[in-house]
């Protein structure tokens, strides 16, 4: 799997946008991004994932670069409970294979 | 969305006795289970893949006589964790893949069960 690069740590102010950055220079062509975060004490929660159109869903939105090189997981109005470490994972869809977590992004998110 | 279910949330149990945990997808079925392992304040570490009707794969470091995986059927899993020590207290979460939707490829997680040894 292609690796990832994403920052230690974000805030955010609650009920604007979340902005969340992924390089993924070397992902190949038949990989996925997938997005999946973590609140504390909790397993990991699926977001999103796309190919290389743009996605949204009723938990946030996925923008890809056209190169496909980095990608942007938007939460749109986030809130308190969005406070949690998010992860960008980059896999090929039909691989029998586990995910493999990076250290991802703390997002704070506050009042 | 798709729900995997973990049991126990928390045990505390005393050095050298064994710890059983269970993994269950409850609403699909799922031929192939994950298990993860996280120490405080670092990120998910894979032990094994558990196969259900085979044996499990284990990550290189991790002992697979310690760490007992079973996959009897398409909806449980279970990890024990033989002669538990100190060191082996951890939040050990498993994951599952819906054996239906194999081709979008998201994998779903339990809850996570933390375990303290005394």
């Known amino acids: 799997d292609a690796k990832t690069t994403q920052p230690t740590s974000m805030d955010c102010a609650e009920g604007r946008a979340a902005n969340l950055p992924c390089n993924h220079s070397?992902?190949?062509?038949?990989?996925?991004v997938y997005w999946y975060r973590q609140i504390h004490s909790q397993g990991p929660q699926y977001i999103i994932h796309?190919?290389?159109n743009n996605e949204t869903n009723e938990m946030a939105s996925l923008i890809i670069t056209e190169d496909r090189k980095s990608s942007t997981l938007i939460l749109p109005h986030a809130t308190l409970r969005d406070t949690a470490v998010y992860y960008c994972?980059?896999?090929?869809?039909?691989?029998?294979?586990?995910?493999?977590f990076g250290k991802g992004t703390s997002l704070l998110v506050t009042p | 969305g798709a729900v995997v279910s973990q049991h126990p949330s928390r045990v505390i149990c005393k050095s050298g006795t064994s710890v059983k945990i269970e993994c269950r997808s409850l609403d699909f079925q799922a031929t192939t289970m994950f298990w993860y392992r996280q120490f405080p304040k670092k990120s998910l570490m894979l032990m094994a893949t558990s196969n259900e009707g085979s044996k499990a794969t284990y990550e290189q470091g991790v002992e697979k006589d310690k760490f007992l995986i079973n996959h009897a059927s398409l909806t449980l899993s279970t990890l024990t964790v033989t002669s538990a020590h100190p060191e082996d207290s951890s939040f050990y979460i498993c994951?599952?893949?819906?054996?239906?939707?194999?081709?979008?490829?998201?994998?779903?997680f339990g809850e996570g069960s933390r375990l303290t040894v005394l």
């Open positions: 796309g190919l290389k």
């Open positions: 070397t992902i190949s062509g038949n990989e996925y």
């Open positions: 994951s599952a893949r819906d054996d239906s939707s194999y081709n979008t490829g998201e994998l779903f």
């Open positions: 994972i980059v896999r090929v869809a039909n691989s029998g294979y586990a995910l493999n």
